[in-house]
């Protein structure tokens, strides 16, 4: 019970870990001069602007507004008639989205457009109700992605309407992970405000009974694997022999040595604690699987899951040498640099604003659910189980998940009226598995990128980029420039 | 001013004083029985039922629950794939909606479709928090057609999930007037739950800044004109001697005689009450205007501004004989059948809990203006004021209209998306100004009724109906045939 209550912690946060931990890379006060300079010595200039929102765009009784902020960057534009990029922007402060989605700054002076960077309510600073509504479920109740939405298209709206030159341009949404599905769904549900998104690893499939909850791990174990079976068989054993030494008090306190851990493991819940960490890395490992050195959650090498899975390819080991080399591999995700004096197992559970509105969101709208069989992927078997996460929620947030209401609300599988939306996705990234790898019509173009991790597309062209990658932004690049001469729209 | 304010009054109610009104019929008795013997001696059996239904579906502070009722009938469904026919309820009691829809009972055994007719929240005993919700704006906030879309998609997916035979149903949505709309905007937001839809006369483009205010009265005018010329000139010309009358105590003294009102005219604002009464008449009359003795609104005969006009229409005249004529004119609508012992000026404005709560939704979301010229139509020239709109609004209920969130989420007139879904209008109906008129695409069909009220289509079949009332149902037929065949969904 212990293990699944953790796994439900896990799952609620894994797809926020990586978000809203990313969101810590946009403290460079680039907010005051917003001016960034990149890795590569590009510059991203923009100017930041706030539009006022109602809080509650689907009743009448609250008229309370809040400061949606929102990126703007018009020197690449064509006032005549050039295309509006409108970023649907995610769970964490806008940013660094703008700062980390490069392809948009690459595409925008071929294409002469506005670049427009819209903050998600109650993320960065657009806190309808401060950063202490987290405490109170009736401020916190506008947090949806259906008012997300709804301040989108309205705040495009409002820039077509008052933006001299804006009038009949075309917009084009775009977005990654959670925000990729905000750019498919405002174009499914507003499509009257935008004319084509590019959804970039956007799990829509994600939620309960409409892929398996295994099918998130097997992606991990498939991104571990094509590196070396010997590293997955090594994996897999490791978990009994965590289970045999954290039974034991001299156990624990080998294990807690073996990964330099800061806290000793003290009972079977540490132990819990320590699996769940192992596994929140490898789940983490696979989406940032870029084949450069990037510094996402951690500072890491190209292909880091080759570099993690090297202690464990040389051969199948056992008992305190298998620990070693686990740890050694670990440390290739949290100790890159060195800098570490110790490993902490709450380092993902940090719970930071961000973290915790994500949690409301996984508890409310967001239910991803994930489990493992141990057979075809390489963790312990856990299963899912909605009735624990809905008690947890309720627990934390005094409301409970709604199942199915996304599905209504944002089509589910039945996506035939649904047009001009690109789907990308890397197939080393876990949450691929809920996301559309399948054309279902040529308005609904595919984009599979075999070598890649999450939303890899949307990051800036790198000389490390595989033919695949390259390739997937060409190809949005040659949707995206149809729709904006009105060719298929 | 005065004027002004009364217009307000007028435009906010004339659409549900129709439909609202017209659920006076249903009290029959027929709730217990459930079974209707209609005029022609067909009779309509049909089971009610009850579902369970979050009172806010985009938000998860409240979860409150209220009991929707839906009335079905399924003696002519094949349960073997026929279809489901579901009528979106407007602003009244469904069983009115129910045994006055007559084409949806004559099409059923033709197409074997299960038959479904779901009442609005707020309305008949769909009511979220009884009837004193009016009071409360904290509790009539959950009244939006965004709700009420949201019911419908709920309920629909739960009866396909749970009624056995009915998983791979094709779902087609009929609507007349709001309900028209609900069934438009039922297909655009919801493609994965209706498979098409049938709007009829549903003013879709009757909101603020997408037709002039001057359309509605415009049609009315024609209306009448094409009965006589000579009529549309004596009225014209009659509101300018009650105005003369209307300013002294003589005169309105004349004016409440030759009216036959049950109370004395006492001042200029009850003048201007009178014109406002008089302008209602004409405009339901216009909706009204059916070929065949219906009992609508009030009692009538076939064409009844032909029957209206005909005092006015033998010369054009002045003075106190004008206004004999146009009191026995208002008489074939208000004492058809002669009963009355005098007329009551204030009849449209008794306030029934539907009236006001299409207020309400008049005063948030509904925001549709009218206003004249008296030129191009037979009224006095009035303006329309959305700050008057406005002010009233939140004296009434404490809330204030959005003029445009409609039109953002339901595409406006930007439909180039949608498909499936017959616009139907008849060209006598003064809501067919805010109608879709002209097909955008082949699979937005439009169908035009020249000699058609409103909604008429949906009535039953009549010996009375003209060739293009019934090559409208016909048309209909055929396109719900294929689609319910799959043909074009």
Same mark, same amino acid.
């Given at each position: 019970?212990?293990?699944?209550?953790?796994?439900?912690?896990?799952?609620?946060?894994?797809?926020?870990? *990586?978000?809203?931990?990313?969101?810590?890379?946009?403290?460079?006060?680039?907010?005051?001069?917003?001016?960034?300079?990149?890795?590569? +010595?590009?510059?991203?200039?923009?100017?930041? $602007?706030?539009?006022e929102?109602?809080?509650?765009?689907?009743?009448?009784?609250?008229?309370?507004?809040?400061?949606?902020?929102?990126? =703007?960057?018009?020197?690449?534009?064509?006032?005549?008639?050039?295309?509006? *990029?409108? /970023? #649907?922007?995610?769970?964490?402060d806008? #940013?660094? *989205?703008?700062? +980390?989605?490069?392809?948009?700054?690459?595409?925008? @002076?071929?294409?002469?457009?506005?670049?427009?960077?819209?903050?998600?309510?109650y993320?960065?600073?657009?806190?309808?109700?401060?950063?202490?509504?987290?405490?109170?479920?009736?401020?916190?109740? /506008?947090? %949806?992605?259906?008012?997300?939405?709804?301040?989108?298209?309205?705040?495009?709206? &409002?820039?077509?309407?008052?933006? @001299?030159? $804006?009038?009949?341009?075309?917009?084009?949404?775009?977005?990654?992970?959670?925000?990729?599905?905000?750019?498919?769904?405002?174009r499914?549900?507003? @499509?009257?405000?935008?004319?084509?998104?590019?959804?970039? !690893?956007?799990?829509?499939?994600s939620?309960?009974?409409?892929?398996?909850?295994?099918?998130?791990?097997?992606?991990?174990?498939?991104?571990?694997?094509?590196?070396?079976?010997?590293? =997955?068989k090594?994996?897999?054993?490791?978990?009994? =022999?965590?289970?045999?030494?954290?039974? #034991?008090?001299?156990?624990?306190?080998?294990?807690?040595?073996?990964f330099?851990?800061c806290?000793?493991?003290?009972?079977?819940?540490?132990?819990?604690?320590?699996?769940?960490?192992?596994?929140?890395i490898?789940?983490?490992?696979?989406?940032?699987? /870029?084949?450069?050195?990037?510094?996402?959650? &951690?500072?890491?090498?190209?292909?880091?899951?080759? $570099?993690v899975?090297k202690?464990?390819? %040389?051969?199948?080991?056992?008992?305190?040498?298998?620990?070693?080399?686990?740890?050694?591999?670990?440390?290739?995700?949290?100790?890159?640099?060195?800098?570490?004096?110790?490993?902490?197992?709450?380092?993902?559970?940090?719970?930071?604003?961000?973290?915790?509105?994500?949690?409301?969101?996984?508890?409310?709208?967001?239910?991803?659910?994930?489990? !493992?069989?141990?057979?075809?992927?390489?963790?312990e @078997?856990?299963?899912?189980?909605? !009735?624990?996460?809905?008690?947890?929620?309720?627990?934390?947030?005094?409301?409970?998940?709604?199942?199915?209401?996304?599905?209504?609300?944002y089509?589910?599988?039945?996506?035939?009226? $649904?047009?001009?939306?690109? *789907?990308?996705?890397?197939?080393?990234?876990?949450?691929?598995?809920?996301?559309?790898?399948?054309?279902?019509? !040529?308005?609904?173009?595919?984009?599979?990128?075999?070598?890649?991790?999450h939303?890899?597309?949307?990051?800036?062209?790198?000389?490390?980029?595989?033919?695949? =990658?390259?390739?997937?932004?060409?190809?949005? &690049?040659?949707?995206i420039?149809?729709?904006v001469?009105?060719?298929?729209?």
């Open positions: 019970m212990a293990a699944k209550s953790k796994w439900f912690v896990l799952c609620q946060f894994l797809f926020c870990v *990586f978000l809203c931990c990313e969101s810590l890379y946009q403290g460079f006060g680039h907010y005051k001069r917003h001016q960034i300079r990149q890795n590569d +010595n590009t510059s991203y200039d923009y100017k930041t $602007a706030y539009f929102q109602k809080v509650d765009h689907y009743g009448f009784a609250n008229d309370d507004t809040y400061k949606q902020r929102y990126l =703007i960057a018009d020197q690449f534009w064509d006032k005549n008639g050039g295309p509006i *990029f409108f /970023y #649907t922007g995610n769970e964490g806008i #940013t660094w *989205f703008c700062n +980390n989605t490069g392809f948009m700054w690459e595409l925008a @002076p071929k294409l002469k457009a506005l670049l427009v960077f819209a903050e998600h309510r993320y960065g600073t657009s806190l309808p109700y401060g950063p202490d509504a987290v405490k109170d479920p009736k401020k916190l109740q /506008y947090l %949806t992605s259906e008012q997300a939405l709804a301040d989108f298209a309205i705040l495009i709206q &409002e820039l077509k309407a008052n933006e @001299p030159g $804006a009038q009949s341009s075309k917009v084009i949404a775009f977005g990654g992970s959670y925000g990729g599905m905000l750019a498919a769904w405002l499914i549900k507003y @499509p009257n405000v935008v004319d084509g998104s590019l959804a970039a !690893s956007a799990p829509i499939w939620f309960i009974g409409q892929i398996p909850c295994e099918a998130q791990l097997q992606v991990v174990t498939n991104s571990f694997k094509r590196e070396s079976q010997t590293c =997955i090594n994996i897999r054993k490791s978990w009994g =022999i965590i289970n045999t030494m954290g039974a #034991t008090d001299s156990g624990r306190a080998r294990l807690s040595t073996s330099d851990l806290a000793l493991l003290n009972t079977s819940a540490d132990t819990d604690a320590l699996k769940s960490w192992l596994v929140d490898m789940f983490n490992l696979a989406m940032v699987d /870029y084949p450069y050195p990037a510094s996402f959650l &951690e500072p890491l090498p190209g292909w880091p899951i080759k $570099a899975c202690p464990l390819s %040389t051969e199948v080991m056992d008992g305190v040498p298998l620990i070693q080399a686990l740890s050694s591999a670990v440390k290739v995700y949290y100790n890159y640099t060195g800098q570490a004096k110790c490993l902490n197992v709450n380092q993902n559970a940090v719970g930071s604003l961000g973290d915790q509105l994500w949690g409301y969101q996984a508890c409310t709208e967001m239910v991803m659910p994930s489990c !493992s069989n141990g057979v075809t992927d390489m963790f @078997p856990t299963t899912y189980n909605f !009735s624990l996460v809905s008690d947890a929620c309720f627990k934390q947030f005094k409301i409970r998940p709604r199942k199915s209401w996304v599905i209504t609300e089509l589910g599988k039945n996506l035939k009226t $649904a047009s001009n939306i690109i *789907f990308s996705n890397g197939l080393l990234d876990p949450w691929s598995s809920g996301g559309v790898l399948k054309s279902m019509s !040529s308005s609904l173009p595919v984009i599979i990128i075999p070598n890649g991790a939303h890899v597309d949307l990051r800036s062209s790198n000389p490390g980029d595989t033919p695949d =990658i390259t390739k997937a932004r060409q190809t949005e &690049e040659y949707i420039q149809r729709w001469k009105g060719d298929n729209s």
